[in-house]
Structures are given as structure tokens and as C-alpha cells.
């Protein structure tokens, strides 16, 4: 692994050495910033996604050293693991069989090298750091005493060893005398502290040499200045002359005369002035920066590098402006990373220069440690652990007395560092999840029976939260069936609601959608005075929130009616449900919306406008009806009703939101895709195409697009009051089993709410998911995608009555349509990427909260309608918030395929992208196979599908899903519920 | 009979203090020795303490105007009594601290109901409600305060729990520096508060709240010295004043201080903590109303603070930054209102401005879910805003002005380079001369070694 860093670092500097070419340093380098959108849009992603390249462990290490982060969960954190049972001894030792080599060899100390990292991964210890470290050594007995974590059997081996020794001696002195000599041993066979040298950039060494850091002084006034320039409508005065771009404005503004600016830019409007007249682009710029901070020309790519990861945030998003101006929330701006660039630089010149005479002012600071002693210390930590590891791990500690053994003993301790460690504990931590899950997968096929014939179908999105409640709903109305398709059902539109001020595309983001749908009122004349009243009261809000904020109306406002502010307050703050249904009735009056329908049909002479064809043709309809009836099976027998379900998350206090919606649709909300596709699949002339095509939908169905919040499990129908007589009776029916599927749902959810009583009522689940939905104080609205782990594509009825605990994404598929695999195909090169953007994100932002994900919720400030900062001026901050990942367990998504290895295969090796995922091991591949021979789990390993060995074939059975979860908080296994298949209480 | 009202009101007041105080008291107990501290515990203490206050307020406010009493003085001892030199403790409630208690005793209640939720399974839960409940008791001494010197205390109290909830998340760097910016601030105008208090005894000797209501002041306030003692003191009330409210030069540390948890922002920022400095001068109302200088200078430090925070506010584009300058546009504004004598206005424009912009900085992570429901249901993009700036100031100084705002008038380079800078490159010169010295008589051997020694004994020696 060390040597694959080097290599890259090296070919980082391998570049053309003369010539100066921005943009290909910038190509090299950007993909490394966070890639995340503005808030709004937000999509999941990996975000290591500019290391897919590599192997997932070695991306992990090779990122965690690059960007000062963590790459896998804490040694604490796996030790706890180990104490309650999530990790056991057994998946240790499997997993250091399965990766390690070289395992019968021994090491120093005469152990096998099986037996040293199997009890070193065993007892996980705190090593303490350098001044607790130095207390430890110093004040306390730790370095006179056998290690706690030593077993009585293991304290008797040590003091046989030391009697063979020393002779015989009282116990007590013969453990002390043994500490004693191995601790005296491995410290003087230490090696030195390695010391880590100054970063790259001038700003390091400068940091190094003088104590003042220049980043100090620059970033205050670059993250103003990038938040200025980016602002969507925050502020009430924009930035003027930002159409030009980001480096012409700085320059025209920084460029004026006549300010007492800060001490350290003295010169900088000169120095603009200067620029600006000979009209530098940014790669004039950048260069002239660089030549002034005397960066070598060979280090110039790992300095822009290091700089654009200084404030990766800003950078980034910066870059995000630029490659996606159609994303940003309000207003398109000319942004450029390389401008953004320039600007930096240029900044870092003046706090250099500024640096360099106030250090030449006063003396240079000492270093302390080397100034100290002369030499660089001990590396005491490295003693420590290897003396503890000595005591812990099965070795004779008398052949580590010496200089040779000791010397060798701290080697081996060393090579086995932390990195390693966890990397293991990481997979034996994915293992033990990996076998529960395939093992309950195959233990419940066993328990399947028949399920009566389905009254109504369901078609959800795959995301992991509709597995509960298709759970639910199978369990309280087995004559049901139910079908996971990505949530946007094929329909890949922009869409402009009758609401909207503009469209925005409702499709996965790897899908440019060139079709725009626009929702329309059905009496234009009885919706204009709903929406003259409704636009009146919007003027009135934004008037007072602009006029609080400003002087003369603020005044008169504030000291008017403030006083008013107290009624809301108090609602928001102690009824937080009333509040919101009161401040609802406010803004949208007493009455509803007018009726509505989606302008959906287009002829197939019309052409595009600006781009996007307003509405489908005949032609273009059938297609997408065919595709989801096809995957899904649905086109062998439909039900007389077919509910189509989007979904998405409403919230308040929460600037992720969009984190919540469907990924499937963009980050958007999937509601009108469904709305969309159900329209499509009643439209006559569609059905006469698919008629003809193979698929027979009979006359007597309908489907209904639907809506599902999954913040407040509330559901919205479409277009009810065109469901003809015959499936109104059905669909009321329907609707009552989905109610109450609901608010099982609604109790399941809660059950991981630390605020709702474990033994919460089901009547009371509906509100309380409500008041976490519409609540100014809840940092909580829903937990997400978080505990997401599973992946499974393939025919319902082999995961019936199976409890996933809302782990699992769910996507249907039937094999025994697909010979080719070509429908497979098509289903995991959407699935695959999707669902490990969705896992990796949580996976790193809970690894490393503050490293991948944006840290704690609480102290978070909205800048520029885009993205959020901690606190007053920080780096823009990317990732998943704490609050939403906190209950996550983090693995690889295990992604189960109802196929045979040899039809995977093939898949993998055609598509590229998706091989690399696979092969990489940034998800774990399983074909779930149903050949002649009998059900089969092969596990996608080193480059084929190694047989999986059940260890438990067994599996709780209970009747409905709240009986195995009532009382719990924490994670559960898989159970088998019988009411999924009719049986009665 | 009307002696038995005064027993319960005076019981009343003394229940302002004692209900906050004894929370914080408890929870301070309960981090000392690390006792079971589940959330629930915590949180029932501060609801039942501050639901006790609140209602202990509601009570005298009621009693008070029911019975038609003016003015409540309960007398806690006397710390100095020398001769006829009386130092005495004393609380007062009468129609401008009672409506302020029970007000800020509903906010810190409301909020602590809030954080609640906010706050739940955060590490720093305790120490959240912890000094909470200490500025909670702080400021309802400072409201109750008969006299300057415990206006003082209870200042002090206030000034530290807001420090310290700036630097709440004290795992990173910026929180805690910017909640020291906020400290030395305060300290910097502690000077103030307690010159005025030296100055007051000096003078009239006493600090209490002696002067009787006038047309102009229609509380109780502190006796007046003759002359221009009463400017001085008027000036230094107005300086302790300005670092607690933000007011131009020293308001730079506001808006870095929403680095903690949105609901302390809340109440600090929008709501309590900012208009505590206005609180002040209306109750040294007798001064002002004796000190036209004073009062021109409230007036003039307001105008400018208001002038200067809404430009720079109107550039700021973050949504917090953009909170904490328009509070202190409308605390400028408050004391624009006190210096030219409007009391009762400005009282209102007090609890007004603090009930809407608390409100706003609760809603602020909000922003992205109200910004698109609002175009929504304009129908449209939201109007731009910033026209009539560009209509009114001549293309050439736009630029111009907008660096001014961004710059936030140049006052912190102003200030660090001319005011503290001095004194860094004095300190920094002595730090270089006293390294010289030491380097020099380190090579020049034994005898100076000896001096030196010689001379760092004599030093202890004395």
C-alpha cells in the first residue's frame, strides 16, 4: 500500500517541467474536491469517487493520508464491537485466513503469524499520545504491571516464562522484573519519532519557520469573498461587476484606491491595478503567483493541489458552479475554479510578503522538541504498544530481552500498524454482517409459502425506507403484491409543478432528461383568485423578512408589531404541530389548489423547444410503460389496480432535505413521476401499442400515481377522480390498507427515535413522525438512508415475509424473463453506482464526521441558498451531517443478485464501469442463484464467486413485524413474519 | 394589610432570582460530582425552575399593577457597613424591571423547551443547560439589580456564559476563538461598568437606585452627581453598554459569535444579551436626562452603529451574519431612542425587536424549505433586492461602497492595526530586547551568570 502512495505522489511531479498549463493541473486535480451540488439538488455520492480506481481498502488509506482522515471506523470502536457480540473471534480469524499470507511463518517472540494478528486484532488498547503518554509512563505503575487486558491464563504462561528465567522469586517481583527488563528492552531498541515534515506549499513552510499561518489571514476574506460571489439571494446587495467573473471582480473591487485595508494587503490594489491593465487571465495569474511564492516549477501541481484542498468546501463548490451552472438555485454565474485559483494565490502572496517582514520584526521561533533534547525523542508510543502487544499476544516474552529480539519484536508491531488493524477489523466487521444476512436470506426461503392471489399491486421506489412499508402492507393485506423500480419509473422529465417558478429534472443524475412535463389547471379561471390571494400573502411574508432585517422598516416593524413574533414563538417552540398547522393555514388559506392534470401528451411532429420536447408521444409512452411492466414481471399478470408510488421528505430545520428525497429522481420528489407513469400506462393509445407489442393490459385495470412522505408517512393520491367506477371501490380499499401500513411504518420508524418511548402506541407512531417532520427544533427529521446496507435485485416473492429492518434496497427482477441478462444488466448499471453512492456516503461521513461528512448539525449557517458553513466563516462544509448518520452501521453495500455467477460474470465483463466498482470491492457482489441444484449464495471474491457457508440455519419466526421489534433500538437481524403469507393471528 | 402585599411582593421578586439561581446551582452540582444526568432530569429541573419564574413574574407584574404599587425594593443585607457608609444589596422591582424579567425569564423558558429537542443526545447537553440557567439568573439580576455594583456581578455572569456558549463546540479552533474575541470585549468594557460604579460612589456615594421617577425617566434611577461628574459617568455607562450590545467600534465579535447552537444564538444574540446594554442606560435614564453630553453620545454611537451595521448587513451572505447585523442596526437604533429621551419607545422597540428576531435565528436552518415555499407562492423568483441602492449612489462609488460593507468599514484592521498594534510591536520589541539581554549575559559567563542569579534572587526577595 505504501508503495502505491509513492508511485502516486510521484507521477504526480512527472509532468512537463517548462511549460505552464493551468488546465491540465486543474483536470489532474479538481476531481479531488468534494463534489457536491448545491444543497437543493443534493444527490449522494461517493465521495472518494476520484479513487474508484484503486481498491476500496487501499482508496480508503491512500485518501485518508492525502485529506487527513479517517478510513475506517475507531479501534475503540470495533473493541466495542467486540464486547457485545456485533464482531466475534470467529470472524477474526476467518478474515485473517481469507486476506493475510504468509500466516505459518513466525515472527519474533516464536509466534505464527496467524496467532499474532489474530490476538493482537483481539486485544484492541488504547495507546496513549505523547504528554498522556509521557503521565502514563511516569505516574502510574502501566509500565511495571502486566497489561489489564492480560488473562489470568496468559498471567500465568508470563510468570512461567520470567520462573524460567530469574528462578524462583515471589510473584509480585517477578512480574514487576519482567515489565521492567521488556520495557527497558524495546525502549532502547527503539526506533527515533519520526517527524512530519512541513507541507508543500509556501504557507507550510512559512508556518514552520515563523509560527504565523497565512491561511489565517487569507481564508477570512476568500470565503467572504467566494460567498459574495456565489450568493443566491442572501444578501440584499450582490456582489457588483460579478457577471464578469470571480477574478475580474475581485480585481475591480480590491483594485480601487483609497481604504485603510488590513496591514498585511498593503499593495493589493496596485497589484490588481497592475493585472487588470495588462489584462492576465487566471493562468497568467497563477503562475505570476507562483513564481512570487518561489514555488519550484516541478512541485507546481502538488502545491495548486495542496492549496485547492486548503479550503476544499469553497473549491469545490466553486467547481460545481462551473461544470453545472444549471444547478445552482437561483442565478447561473460565470464561476471558475481557475479564477477561483488565482484569487487565492494572489492573497497568499501579500500574506507571505506580510509573513516574511513581521518575522523579520521579531526573532524565529524555537522549535520545541529538538531544541530541547538535540535529537528527535524516542518513539515511546511504539514501546508502549509493543510492550503491551508482547504481554497480549501468545509470545515468549523472554526471547524479547535482548537487543535483537526487542528490535525485532517492534518491527513486527510496527509493520501490524493501526491502518492495518482496522482495516481488518473492518472486514471481519462486514463479514459477520455479510453471513447474517445471506444466511437469514436462505433460512427464510425455506419458511415461504403461498400467497393468496393479489387483489391490488403496489409499485414503490427501491429505496431502503419503502422496505418496511411494502413489509407492512404485505403483512396487513397478503392478497398483495408488491414491486421496487427506481422511483422515477422510467420517466425521465423536467418538471414544472403548478407551483414551480421553474422546471427541474426529476431523473437519476447520470440521465439528461429532454422532456419537459408541466402541471396545469384544469378551470384556468377558478385558480386564479387561489393564487392572486396566496401570491398577496407571499408578497406580505417576504416584505417583512426583508424589512426586519433593514434599518428604517426594521425599525418600524420591530417595534410595532415584534411583539406579535411572541405568539409564533411560543407555538414553534412548546406545539411545534400546531404551530405548523396554524402557519400552514396562513400561508395557503382555507382552500385547496385547484384540480390539476400533467400536460403529458405530444405530437410526434413537435419538436423541441429550448431544448426539451414538451410532453411524449404514443410511441415514446409505451416504452416507458414496457420497460417497468417487463423488469418488474408485472407484465405476466396485472391486478385490476396498480398503485404507483413516488416519494420524497418534507421537512423543516434541516438545509439537507433534499438528502431525504428520492435519489432516483435526482434528489427531487418522485411524486409526479409516478403521477406521470400511471397516466402513461391508462392512456388508450398506449395501451393499443403495448397491445401489439406483447403486453396485454386488460381494459378492467387502472393504476394511480401516489406520493409517499416518508418523513411524515403521509400519502397523496393522483388524478383520483379519474378512476373509473368499476376501481374506485378497490381503490378505497387500497387506500385504507396503505393507512394502516402507514402508521406501522410510522411505529417502525420511531422505534429508533431516542425522543419516542420505546413502548409508544401505534395510534400515537403517525404523530409523533409528524412532529418530527414540521418541528423548528428537530435536528432529526427522518434518519434516511442511514442503516442502508443491502441491495437486493430479484423476484419479491424470495424475500416475502422477511424482516430487513429498512436496511435494504429492494429492486425487482425476475431471472426466469431475462435468458440474456440483458434487463440485468440495464438494472444494476443504474442500481449499482446509485446504491454505492447512497452507502459510501454514509459510510465515509460516518467513519469520519468531520473529515467526509459536515460534523454536527447544530451550529450550522446557511450561506448563499447553497450550502451551509459551521458557525461564522468556515469552509463550506460537504457530506452527510452527524445527526442523520449516527444510527448508521458502516459497510460495503451487500448487493444480492437473483442470478447465476456465469450470467454476472458476463455482465461484469461488458461494462467496465461497473466491473470496477465490483472488482474494486466498493460494493460486495453475491449471485443468489435458484438453479436446479437448490438455492445458493456465491460471494463475488478476488476476481470470481466463492461459495458462502451458511453457520446458522435457523431464523426467528414471528407473526408480524412488531412483535420482533417492539422493545428494540439497536440493529436487528433478519426474522421470518408468517402474516406476509396469510396466516392469521 | 398592605404590609402583608409588600411581604408577598418583595417575596415575589426575591423568587426571580432564586428560582434561576437555584437551577443553575443544581446543575452546577450535578457536573461537579457527575451524577446520573439523563436528559429528562436535566430538562425537568430548567422547565419546573423557569416555569416557576415565569409565573412568579406574571404574579407580581399582576399584584403589582392590581394594588397599584410602584416600586418593590428587597433588601439582601449590607456587605460594608462602616459608620454611616452604607454598601448595601438591595433589589428592585418596579414598571421597568418587572415586564423585563417576566419577558426574559419566558424567553430562556422557551428556549430551554426548545434545545430540548435541539440539543438531544449532544455531548454537551448539560453543560448547555448549565449555562443556560446561570445566564438565565445573571440577566435576572441584572434587571432586578438596585444598585451598580450588583449590576456588576450579574454582568460579569452574563458576559462569561455567553463566552463560554460561543465556544461550545470547543473541539474546533474558531468557536473558541471567537468566543474569547467576545470575552476580551466584554472585559475591555467591564472597565466601563465598573469606573461608573467607583464614580458613582466617589461622588454621590452610593451606586443604588435612590433618584425618584421624573417626566422624563419614569423609573427609579440612580442618584445624579452635579455637573460633569454626571457626563463621566454617563460616558462610562455608555461604554459599558457598547460591548455588551455590539455598538460601533466594538461590535466585531457579533456576528463571529453564532458559532454555537442555534437556540443560544437565539436568545443571546437576537434576544437577550445584545439589549441588555440599552437596559442599562434606561435605567441610568436620571444621568442621561443630567448629561446632555452623554445623551448626544449614546445618540451619535447608535446612529453610527445603525448607519454602519445596515450597510454592511445588507452585503453579508450568510444567513446568520445577515441576523446578527440587522440586531445590531435595530439596537443602534434603541439607542438612538434612549439618548434622545424616548424611554417608553424604546422599551417597546426592546421586546418587539427581540420576539421577531429570535424567532428568525430559530428559523434560520430553515432557510433553503421557506426560500422555495416563498417563491412558490410569489409565483416567481423574489424580487431582487439592493435596487434602490444602485438607483441612488453613483455608479463610481458602488464598488466603493460595497468594499466599505464587505470590509465591515475597515474597523477591525483599524483597530488591530492602530490601536492594538501598537501595542503588539511594543511588546514584541521588549519581547526582542529582554531575548538580547538574556543571550548576552548567557555567553558572557560565570560573573554575569552570578549577576543574573543575584539579581533573580533580589527579585524574590522582594
Known sequence: ?985 | MIQDIHDVLKVLTLSLLIFPAGVAAVLIFVAWFDRARSEATVNALVATGYTATVAAATALLALMASQGVERVVVPLGAWVAVGHYHFDWTLIADHLSVPFALFSSMLVALIGAFSRRYLHLERGYLRFYLLMALFGAGVELVVLAGSLDLVFFAWEIVGLTSALLIAFFNERRRPVEHGFLAFVTYRLCDIGLLGAAVWLHHTVGTSAVTAAPTATTPWASFAVPAGAAATAAGLMLLWAAMGKSAQVPLGGWLPRAMEGPTPSSAIFYGAISIHLGPYLLLRAGSILDHAPMAAAAVTMVGAVTALHATFVGRVQSDIKSALAYASMTQVGLIFVEIGLGCRYFALAHIVGHAAIRSLQILRSPSLLHDHHHLEQAMGAQLPKTGGHLERLVPDRLQPWLYRHALERGYLEGIIKDYALGGFLRLFRRLDALDRAWSRAVAQSGPQAARWSRAGRDAREAS
Not at chain 1, 460579478?242 to 477574478?247: D, K, M, V
Open chain 1, 1 to 985: 500500500m505504501e508503495a502505491a502512495i509513492r508511485l502516486d505522489e510521484a507521477s504526480f511531479d512527472d509532468g512537463d517541467r517548462d511549460a505552464f498549463r493551468l488546465e491540465e493541473i486543474l483536470a489532474e486535480v479538481a476531481p479531488l474536491l468534494p463534489e457536491q451540488a448545491p444543497l437543493h439538488a443534493f444527490v449522494h455520492h461517493n465521495p472518494l469517487h476520484a479513487f474508484e480506481h484503486l481498491p476500496f481498502e487501499e482508496a480508503t488509506v491512500t485518501a485518508a493520508r492525502l485529506f487527513g482522515t479517517e478510513p475506517f471506523q475507531t479501534e475503540e470502536a470495533f473493541a466495542r464491537c467486540l464486547e457485545n457480540g456485533r464482531l466475534r473471534i470467529r470472524d477474526l480469524e476467518t478474515t485473517v485466513e481469507d486476506c493475510e499470507t504468509d500466516l505459518d511463518s513466525t515472527l519474533a517472540g516464536g509466534v505464527s503469524r496467524r496467532d499474532f494478528l489474530v490476538a493482537r486484532l483481539r486485544h484492541l488498547f488504547p495507546v496513549p499520545s505523547d504528554a498522556a503518554l509521557a503521565w502514563m509512563i511516569e505516574e502510574t505503575d502501566a509500565v511495571n504491571r502486566f497489561h489489564p487486558l492480560v488473562s489470568q491464563r496468559r498471567r500465568e504462561d508470563l510468570l512461567d516464562q520470567a520462573r524460567r528465567r530469574f528462578g524462583q522469586i515471589p510473584a509480585d517481583a517477578m512480574e514487576r522484573r519482567l515489565c521492567r527488563l521488556l520495557w527497558d528492552a524495546l525502549r532502547d531498541a527503539a526506533p527515533r519519532k519520526q517527524t512530519h515534515p512541513a507541507g508543500i506549499r509556501p504557507r507550510d513552510q512559512i508556518h514552520e519557520a515563523t509560527g504565523i499561518d497565512c491561511d489565517e489571514l487569507v481564508h477570512p476574506l476568500l470565503i467572504r469573498l467566494c460567498a459574495s460571489f456565489l450568493d443566491q439571494g442572501i444578501a440584499y446587495w450582490q456582489l457588483p461587476g460579478r457577471e464578469a467573473g470571480f477574478l475580474a471582480a475581485f480585481r475591480s473591487l480590491y483594485g480601487l484606491p483609497g481604504a485603510p485595508l488590513d496591514r498585511w494587503r498593503r499593495g493589493l490594489d496596485a497589484e490588481c491595478r497592475r493585472q487588470q491593465a495588462l489584462a492576465w487571465d487566471a493562468e497568467q495569474t497563477v503562475q505570476w503567483a507562483l513564481e512570487s511564492l518561489g514555488v519550484a516549477p516541478a512541485e507546481r501541481r502538488r502545491v495548486v493541489r495542496e492549496t485547492l484542498l486548503s479550503l476544499p468546501g469553497w473549491a469545490g463548490m466553486m467547481r460545481q458552479f462551473e461544470l453545472h451552472p444549471e444547478q445552482a438555485p437561483v442565478v447561473a454565474l460565470p464561476a471558475r475554479l481557475a479564477d477561483y485559483l488565482a484569487v487565492q494565490l494572489v492573497l497568499d502572496v501579500f500574506a507571505a510578503r506580510h509573513a516574511r517582514r513581521t518575522a523579520a520584526e521579531s526573532p524565529r521561533r524555537e522549535s520545541t522538541e529538538t531544541a530541547v533534547h538535540g535529537r528527535t525523542p524516542v518513539d515511546l508510543a511504539l514501546v508502549y504498544e509493543a510492550f503491551a502487544a508482547a504481554q497480549l499476544v501468545p509470545t515468549d516474552t523472554t526471547t524479547l530481552l535482548d537487543a535483537e529480539g526487542a528490535g525485532a519484536w517492534l518491527a513486527t508491531v510496527h509493520a501490524f500498524d493501526a491502518f492495518e488493524r482496522r482495516r481488518l477489523l473492518h472486514l471481519a466487521y462486514e463479514r459477520r454482517h455479510r453471513v447474517d444476512v445471506l444466511d437469514g436470506l436462505l433460512a427464510n426461503e425455506k419458511l415461504l409459502s403461498r400467497c393468496p392471489t393479489p387483489e391490488f399491486q403496489a409499485v414503490f421506489c427501491i429505496d431502503d425506507r419503502e422496505e418496511s412499508l411494502r413489509r407492512h402492507l404485505e403483512e396487513i393485506h397478503p392478497a398483495c403484491e408488491t414491486f421496487g423500480f427506481a422511483g422515477f419509473f422510467g420517466v425521465a422529465m423536467v418538471y414544472q409543478g403548478i407551483d414551480d417558478v421553474r422546471g427541474r429534472p426529476l431523473c437519476p443524475v447520470a440521465v439528461k432528461a429532454r422532456h419537459l412535463i408541466v402541471e396545469r389547471p384544469v378551470e384556468p379561471h377558478l385558480a386564479t383568485s387561489y393564487y392572486s390571494a396566496r401570491r398577496w400573502r407571499g408578497r406580505l411574508r417576504n416584505a417583512v423578512a426583508v424589512g426586519s432585517k433593514s434599518l428604517v422598516r426594521g425599525g418600524l416593524l420591530t417595534a410595532a408589531a415584534g411583539l406579535a413574533s411572541v405568539v409564533p414563538l411560543i407555538g414553534r417552540c412548546l406545539f411545534p404541530r400546531s404551530a405548523e398547522r396554524l402557519s400552514h393555514r396562513m400561508r395557503h388559506g382555507r382552500h385547496h389548489g385547484p384540480t390539476t392534470r400533467l400536460a403529458i401528451e405530444r405530437a410526434a411532429a413537435d419538436g423541441p423547444i429550448d431544448g426539451l420536447y414538451h410532453g411524449y408521444t404514443t410511441a415514446e409512452m409505451a416504452d416507458i410503460v414496457a420497460a417497468l411492466l417487463r423488469t418488474t414481471g408485472l407484465a405476466e399478470h396485472c391486478s385490476p389496480l396498480v398503485l404507483v408510488f413516488g416519494h420524497g421528505s418534507s421537512s423543516l430545520n434541516n438545509p439537507h432535505e433534499a438528502a431525504h428525497d428520492c435519489g432516483a429522481t435526482g434528489g427531487g420528489r418522485g411524486g409526479p413521476n409516478a403521477r406521470a407513469f400511471a397516466a402513461m400506462a391508462n392512456h388508450a393509445a398506449v395501451r393499443k401499442l403495448l397491445g401489439e407489442r406483447g403486453i396485454a393490459i386488460p381494459d378492467r385495470v387502472w393504476f394511480v400515481g401516489a406520493y409517499h412522505n416518508t418523513c411524515d408517512d403521509a400519502l397523496t393520491y393522483y388524478d383520483e377522480d379519474l378512476v373509473p367506477a368499476a376501481a374506485r371501490t378497490l381503490l378505497g380499499d387500497a387506500q385504507r390498507v396503505l393507512a394502516a401500513a402507514c402508521l406501522r411504518d410510522a411505529h417502525e420508524r420511531c422505534r429508533r427515535f431516542g425522543t419516542s418511548p420505546l413502548q409508544l402506541d401505534l395510534d400515537e407512531a403517525l404523530a409523533h413522525a409528524e412532529a418530527h417532520a414540521v418541528d423548528l427544533a428537530q435536528p432529526r427529521p427522518e434518519y434516511g438512508h442511514a442503516t442502508n446496507a443491502v441491495c437486493i435485485v430479484g423476484r419479491r416473492e424470495r424475500t416475502r415475509g422477511l424482516f430487513l429492518d429498512r436496511r435494504a434496497f429492494l429492486v425487482s427482477y425476475d431471472p426466469t424473463t431475462d435468458a440474456d441478462g440483458s434487463t440485468l444488466a440495464n438494472l444494476l448499471l443504474a442500481v449499482g453506482p446509485v446504491g454505492a453512492g447512497i452507502n459510501l456516503e454514509y459510510y465515509f461521513s460516518f467513519v469520519d464526521p468531520t473529515g467526509y461528512g459536515c460534523g454536527t448539525k447544530l451550529p450550522h449557517n446557511i450561506v448563499g441558498l447553497f450550502g451551509v458553513m459551521d458557525g461564522h466563516a468556515s469552509d463550506l462544509r460537504t457530506g452527510l451531517p452527524w445527526q442523520m448518520v449516527e444510527i448508521h452501521e458502516p459497510v460495503r453495500l451487500l448487493l444480492i443478485v437473483d442470478a447465476e455467477p456465469a450470467v454476472l460474470l458476463r455482465i461484469l465483463d461488458a461494462h467496465p464501469g461497473l466491473d470496477r466498482l465490483v472488482r474494486n470491492g466498493w460494493i460486495q457482489l453475491v449471485s443468489w442463484g435458484s438453479a436446479a441444484s437448490g438455492s445458493a449464495m456465491r460471494v463475488f471474491a478476488g476476481g470470481g464467486f466463492r461459495d458462502h457457508r451458511p453457520e446458522c440455519t435457523d431464523i426467528p419466526v414471528f407473526q408480524q413485524s412488531r412483535e420482533f421489534y417492539a422493545g428494540h433500538r439497536e440493529h436487528l437481524g433478519c426474522a421470518h413474519l408468517t402474516a406476509a403469507f396469510g396466516a392469521a393471528a
